[in-house]
């Protein structure tokens, strides 16, 4: 009786079987299950490409001491490459600028564009690992949108990242994450990025303000 010649996990035909799909993003799972029927629900759209959508992510850190310091720049492509998991672009000056020393072409920062998977796993990192990392964190200011449905955020430094090896990195550099979403208006983005999980400031939470210093008054002496 002749053996059979198909390889092991072959059909009949001896064809390899098809790879299984591979699995999508967690945050975006949640789009799709969650937040598209919450928003649908909310603003009453009537077709499902009226959904507002996350298109992509830009995180973009300024390198000005990298005039004086050239290894400053290697220092932050390689930070921006760990978080982000993409090399990113560096971006050079456009015109010069005698009062700063700064000469047309100099390198002055890096910056990255995601999109698709890693643009959904850098905003899960983000929401759910490294801002809840922030020193005296207490929510997202609810006005850094620009008024077209975009959200830029500011973060003070690299290391609240869990992937960021605190012994390896020269110095604390802020980073700029701008989220640019298809929405129409600032309140239907703030919606879906609340419903993925961005922690936003609840209405009437602010940062305590500093009381005021009072100067202690010195009596003056009396002239005889």
Do not use: C, H
């Not at 002749?2 to 001896?14: F, I, K, L, R, V």
């Not at 077709?47 to 992510?57: E, G, L």
């Not at 850190?61 to 390689?78: F, H, M, P, W, Y």
């Not at 605190?166 to 802020?174: E, L, P, T």
Request: aromatic share 6%; charged share 30%; net charge positive.
């Amino acid at each position: 009786m002749a053996e059979s010649s198909a390889a092991p996990g072959a059909d009949t035909n001896g064809t390899a079987p098809a790879a299984a799909p591979a699995e999508k993003p967690r945050l975006q799972q949640r789009y799709l299950s969650e937040v598209v029927p919450a928003l649908t629900r909310d603003f009453n759209y009537q077709n499902p490409m009226q959904v507002p959508r996350v298109a992509k992510v830009t995180v973009n850190v300024g390198v000005g001491e990298s005039i004086a310091n050239a290894k400053a720049l290697d220092a932050t492509v390689r930070d921006v490459s760990i978080i982000t998991g993409q090399k990113p672009l560096i971006k050079k000056a456009r015109k010069s600028i005698a009062q700063f020393k700064l000469r047309e072409g100099m390198n002055v920062g890096v910056m990255v564009t995601l999109r698709g998977e890693r643009m959904w796993e850098f905003l899960d990192r983000l929401m759910n690992a490294a801002l809840p990392r922030t020193r005296d964190f207490r929510g997202i200011p609810r006005r850094s949108f620009d008024g077209r449905g975009n959200f830029t955020l500011g973060l003070r430094e690299q290391l609240i990242f869990p992937e960021i090896n605190y012994d390896q990195v020269d110095k604390a550099r802020g980073l700029e994450v701008s989220v640019v979403t298809t929405a129409r208006t600032d309140q239907e983005a703030r919606r879906l990025l609340e419903l993925l999980g961005m922690p936003f400031q609840r209405e009437g939470d602010a940062a305590p303000e500093l009381a005021p210093v009072r100067r202690r008054t010195v009596p003056q002496r009396r002239r005889r």
